[in-house]
């Protein structure tokens, strides 16, 4: 069964030929001075943004899509009822989840590099959890369901040159997280040597908590540990029980800057054919040209989303 392959956040078409896009946001000085009515119109313009992304992907057979987090700017900062556009909003977010259900289009979020639940600064933690609790209410806004379908996907965030200590202050915060959260969190693997393997998760974390390992490609190939890349996405794949396994894939900026470009950086397009290694799975394209690197795959490969 061919992958299916989705994109994350942006829409490069609609960007460049509408100045559309549903991640504006906002700098915290203008958020304190200008308050919560500026926060609250942004928000309406992201999510008017975001139907026309949908609408866009259905049109284009995309049927996998990561949205951003900036849709909500400063989101942790106060409460969704207190927005002025605060029905509109919860209107809005149901009418785009509905939609996606409808279209069978799989949502998911990947919250930033600050959410880091396994840091040793209550406050950090305290923070993360904010964060990262929002992104469940709006899941459960936009009538996604509650299992690994609509995943939220994090690193574990740190190693703290504790690996095994980290992961277990990790998995202590994840058991106070609302279903909300728990019920669609997923973990993905490094792109750093001192950070987390798909083995390491899974002997630290999914074998902890059940919770099921991201294999994201080009993490794998900085940071492979013992494991073959086949191997290491088998067993990535193994952790998942209630919905299909889904991976990330870039390609080193290196094919396209040569070696002056860091080998972790992603490259705009990808090149090599994705190897599912006979696995049925989910891809998002992580490329820096967004859709377009995955029509121009399309093109190159002579295979389709439909």
Same mark, same amino acid.
């Given at each position: 069964m061919p992958i299916r392959l989705g994109y994350a956040c942006i829409n490069m078409h609609l960007s460049d030929t509408q100045k559309l896009t549903s991640s504006r946001t906002m700098r915290k000085a203008t958020f304190l001075s200008k308050g919560l009515p500026a926060v609250s119109e942004l928000i309406v313009s992201n999510l008017r943004s975001l139907q026309t992304i949908m609408e866009w992907n259905v049109a284009n057979n995309f049927t996998l899509f990561r949205m951003s987090s900036d849709m909500f700017p400063w989101h942790s900062e106060y409460a969704f009822q207190d927005l002025p556009d605060y029905k509109r909003i919860r209107k809005m977010l149901e009418r785009t989840g509905q939609y996606a259900i409808e279209n069978g289009i799989r949502l998911s979020f990947h919250p930033g590099q600050f959410v880091c639940l396994a840091s040793k600064n209550p406050t950090v933690v305290d923070n993360a959890r904010k964060d990262i609790e929002t992104h469940g209410l709006i899941m459960d806004y936009m009538l996604q369901p509650r299992d690994h379908n609509a995943k939220i996907n994090i690193h574990i965030g740190g190693a703290y040159n504790d690996k095994p200590a980290t992961a277990k202050r990790f998995c202590e915060v994840v058991d106070t997280l609302s279903a909300s959260v728990y019920d669609r969190l997923t973990v993905e693997n490094d *792109?750093?040597?001192? #950070?987390?393997?798909?083995?390491?998760?899974? *002997?630290? =974390?999914?074998?902890?908590? +059940?919770?099921?390992? =991201?294999?994201?490609?080009? /993490?794998?190939?900085?940071?492979? +540990?013992? #494991? &073959?890349?086949?191997?290491?996405?088998? #067993? $990535?794949? &193994?952790?998942?029980?209630?919905? !299909?396994?889904?991976?990330?894939?870039?390609? &080193? $900026?290196? #094919?396209?800057? +040569?070696?002056? $470009?860091?080998?972790?950086? /992603?490259?705009?397009?990808?090149?090599? !054919?994705? *190897?599912?290694? +006979?696995?049925?799975? *989910?891809? =998002? =394209?992580?490329?820096k040209g967004k859709e377009q690197a995955i029509l121009k795959y399309f093109s190159d490969h002579g295979v389709s989303n439909a």
């Open positions: *792109d750093r040597l001192n #950070l987390y393997t798909t083995q390491e998760l899974y *002997d630290y =974390v999914h074998m902890e908590t +059940g919770i099921p390992i =991201v294999f994201d490609y080009h /993490h794998h190939a900085c940071n492979p +540990g013992e #494991l &073959s890349e086949r191997d290491a996405l088998a #067993l $990535a794949c &193994s952790t998942w029980q209630n919905a !299909k396994p889904c991976t990330h894939y870039s390609e &080193s $900026a290196q #094919l396209e800057r +040569g070696e002056r $470009a860091p080998f972790r950086a /992603h490259s705009k397009f990808i090149y090599s !054919k994705i *190897d599912d290694h +006979g696995f049925d799975i *989910d891809c =998002v =394209v992580e490329a």
